[in-house]
């Protein structure tokens, strides 16, 4: 069995005046990769970040006027840490990550072909959001929304 634990939910929220989300971004990652960025501020080699894509409704619920929940899986982007550059031939693998997404109904085959074109544009503004001293190929992720990885 592999473990896995929450490192972080984005809600999309509703537009057009509307309340709540309509979308959630979940991601996932191994425990160990929590400890070892708690201890050394890195993402370790091999840490897997798995973002899971879900459709949401939002209804008045005994909880509140509009309280979102989450319905049916649309897809995963995962993302694989490589500190050594090992896959230099791949287009799916550089800049020490390996880049895939994964529609819902086929969680085997990606339908990503070349990370350069599918993903790099899209994670650029994390290099900005992301604090001077982190790692160079650390600064691809959107770590300001995972604050378990915060030293307590
Ligand atoms: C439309 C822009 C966009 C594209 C295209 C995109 N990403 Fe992202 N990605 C984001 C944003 C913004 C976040 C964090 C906020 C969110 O999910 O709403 C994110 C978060 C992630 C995360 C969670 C870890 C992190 O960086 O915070 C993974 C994993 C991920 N993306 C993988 C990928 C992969 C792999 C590709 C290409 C196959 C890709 N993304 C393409 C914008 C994008």
Request: charge should be negative; proline fraction near 5%.
């Amino acid at each position: 069995m592999f473990l896995v634990i929450t490192l972080g939910t984005w809600a999309h929220g509703n537009t057009e005046g509307k309340p709540g989300s309509h979308e959630y971004h979940v991601v996932y990652t191994q425990p160990e990769t929590i400890d070892y960025y708690q201890k050394h501020g890195r993402y370790p080699d091999g840490a897997v970040l798995v973002k899971e894509l879900l459709h949401a409704e939002t209804m008045q619920m005994t909880t509140g006027p509009a309280v979102s929940h989450a319905t049916k899986i649309k897809g995963w982007f995962v993302l694989v840490r490589d500190t050594q550059g090992r896959f230099k031939n791949s287009k799916l693998w550089g800049d020490g990550w390996g880049w895939s997404l994964f529609n819902a109904p086929d969680s085997k085959n990606t339908v990503s072909t070349d990370y350069q074109e599918n993903c790099l544009a899209c994670h650029l503004p994390a290099r900005d959001l992301a604090e001077d001293d982190v790692h160079e190929e650390d600064k691809w992720i959107y770590t300001i929304g995972y604050p378990v990885l915060n030293k307590n």
